[in-house]
T-cell receptor, first 113, second 115 residues
């Protein structure tokens, strides 16, 4: 049972445009959501997070939106840069489960020139 | 500050063998967790250790086990390897856990190929 879903395996965006990566979840107990970015041959690196009590969190070019009623979150990257080309994983955590993150299957973002 | 170090980076085993992977967390981090990454499955949680105790466990068979030492270094072991165990095994460390984002810092992983 995939509790965190990223339905788009890949996304291609032109440099300078907005990239929007989507994630859906089914578990109402999730209270924290995170995005990780992964380059080939490297481990995932933390990008941005959001608590379930908020609906938006911004960090430079990256903004995460959370819609609890729809159980949906999205990551916006504006403007997109070639260095953003990577696999992006959405992850969620339930209260009290500390380091146990439930990950989506990832979306490969390609930023073209 | 040194990152999370995993060894070996690559290894090849045959079915039925066993394997031990090692993880050295960031200095001061007491929590170590392990994830398996396979194509199409994303990252799946194996287990988490905190102060030498297993604190959380994922849905993997008993062939997968782990431990943590007093210096927070951790090892995971897979016995009686199967072809489906071929994957990238990622270790992550964090300060302690509960509350807040508890950001995990991942190592580069150990890529296991089972023939």
């Amino acid at each position: 049972d995939q509790q965190v879903k990223q339905n788009s395996p890949s996304l291609s965006v032109q440099e300078g445009r907005i990239s929007i990566l989507n994630c859906d979840y089914t578990n109402s107990m999730f209270d924290y959501f995170l995005w990780y970015k992964k380059y080939p041959a490297e481990g995932p690196t933390f990008l941005i997070s959001i608590s379930s009590i908020k609906d938006k969190n911004e960090d430079g070019r990256f903004t995460v939106f959370l819609n609890k009623s729809a159980k949906h979150l999205s990551l916006h990257i504006v403007p997109s840069q070639p260095g953003d080309s990577a696999v992006y994983f959405c992850a969620a955590r339930s209260t009290g489960t500390a380091s146990k993150l439930t990950f989506g299957t990832g979306t490969r973002l390609q930023v073209t020139l | 500050k040194a990152g999370v170090t995993q060894t070996p980076r690559y290894l090849i085993k045959t079915r039925g063998q066993q394997v031990t992977l090692s993880c050295s967390p960031i200095s001061g981090h007491r929590s170590v967790s392990w994830y398996q990454q396979t194509p199409g499955q994303g990252l799946q949680f194996l287990f988490e250790y905190f102060s030498e105790t297993q604190r959380n466990k994922g849905n993997f068979p008993g062939r997968f086990s782990g431990r943590q030492f007093s210096n927070s270094r951790s090892e995971m072991n897979v016995s009686t390897l199967e072809l489906g165990d071929s994957a990238l095994y990622l270790c992550a460390s964090s300060l302690q856990g509960f509350g807040g984002a508890n950001v995990l810092t991942f190592g580069a992983g150990s890529r296991l190929t089972v023939l």
